[in-house]
């Protein structure tokens, strides 16, 4: 006997009720049906579609474009992330609020995950009825960085915070670095929130030439701070050559192009200094200008930024200028908060106004000398500006 057929009336009310689900569950972890039934008391049960595979969740997503995805998962597989980046990819179901629940969770996942394009991570244990009051702010395009944070989230990202932090040398990097290469560095870092977007750090090429690079992400806070991870992974990898400034920012603008979600970009200046040839060379992949003293007795001076930013274009070249830079010099690399700060945090700086304060310090200042000026001219000795701030000084020996 023949299988009965579905009627066209039966037909359209699956596809009416596929239009009503507004929340697609993924539900991977053991006993997620908690959060199923916590989610059909708030929204109505007709409003829910459960999966268990998330390739034919993406697929129906993609047709019927529900507000939210939920995905409750064991871990964060390789497949979780593709299948977000593929959502995020697709111009129509950009504007969903995916958010994901794991029972463990690393600030690696979290980075991973808010790269890929989640709206938001959790644990699995938070509360059901907190876990909702956030989905429902992102549902209705709110802000995860204004939201509240729970006890039970406090070390997660204290080890956010960390993990941050991590990518910028330790003291004890910065010694060995100043002892072998004959330098005085000091630096000031200050982020808009616990964590952020800008990084600096050091790269010893050879035992004459270190690298030493300034960067920038557009934004701060969580959204960016994942960007600046990856990028600490780019820069630390073993297949770059380090000593040449153009083929370095173009091999980090092909990597973060294909990274950064459409509009992110990032700002970097990245140099090596060579104390054998006494001289700095550097490319530019944005207009941040910094401040040179090719060696102890000349004056500072502004050199200007050329160069399109990271992630933003694919197949950039970049230019290498080459300046110098003997014993006793000095150099001052700083993000653009420094010199884009209004408002009630003292006077704004510009950044020909850096290069005026500098000359009017003495000519062999050290750079605690220099950060600290500079930080009382900012004003940030009495208030925290609203965006992160980076700001290196380093000083060239005299033997």
Request: contains cysteine.
């Amino acid at each position: 006997m023949a299988e009965p057929s579905l009627s066209l009336q039966s037909l359209h009310e699956i596809e009416q009720a596929y239009r009503a689900a507004k929340i697609y569950v993924l539900c991977e972890i053991k006993g997620a049906d908690s959060i199923v039934t916590d989610l059909g008391d708030r929204f109505g049960h007709a409003c829910l579609r459960q999966f268990d595979d998330f390739d034919a969740l993406v697929t129906e997503a993609m047709d019927f474009r529900p507000q939210a995805i939920v995905c409750d998962v064991d871990g964060i597989s390789k497949r979780l992330l593709v299948n977000i980046r593929r959502l995020r990819n697709d111009g129509e179901s950009a504007g969903i609020a995916i958010v994901c629940r794991t029972n463990t969770l690393t600030p690696h996942d979290m980075g991973q995950l808010l790269s890929a394009g989640a709206s938001g991570v959790f644990l699995s244990d938070v509360p059901g009825a907190e876990f909702i009051g956030r989905l429902t702010q992102f549902m209705e395009g709110g802000d995860a960085q204004e939201l509240p944070r729970s006890r039970m989230f406090d070390e997660l990202w204290a080890a956010q915070i960390a993990q941050n932090r991590a990518l910028m040398p330790s003291a004890t990097q910065v010694e060995r670095v100043c002892k072998l290469y004959g330098l005085d560095i000091d630096v000031v870092f200050e982020p808009y929130q616990d964590i952020g977007g800008d990084m600096w750090g050091l790269i010893p090429v050879d035992e004459n030439r270190l690298a030493v690079f300034i960067a920038d992400f557009c934004g701060h806070g969580w959204r960016v701070a994942p960007h600046a991870i990856r990028m600490n992974d780019f820069l630390h990898a073993t297949d770059i050559d380090l000593a040449d400034p153009a083929r370095m920012l173009s091999w980090l603008n092909q990597r973060l192009k294909a990274l950064l979600p459409r509009g992110q970009f990032a700002a970097m200046v990245y140099g090596v200094i060579d104390i054998r040839h006494d001289r700095f060379c550097y490319g530019c992949a944005s207009w941040m200008p910094f401040a040179v003293q090719k060696d102890g007795q000349a004056g500072w001076t502004l050199h200007e930024g050329r160069g399109v930013p990271l992630g933003s274009f694919a197949d950039i070249t970049y230019e290498v200028e080459t300046i110098d830079f003997g014993p006793g010099g000095g150099l001052v690399l700083y993000s653009d908060a420094l010199v884009e700060t209004t408002g009630g945090h003292g006077p704004t700086l510009t950044s020909e106004g850096v290069a005026k304060g500098l000359n009017r310090l003495d000519r062999q200042a050290t750079p605690a000398d220099i950060t600290c000026d500079l930080v009382r001219r900012l004003g940030l000795d009495r208030a925290r500006l609203a965006d992160d701030l980076t700001l290196f000084a380093l000083r060239r020996r005299v033997s």
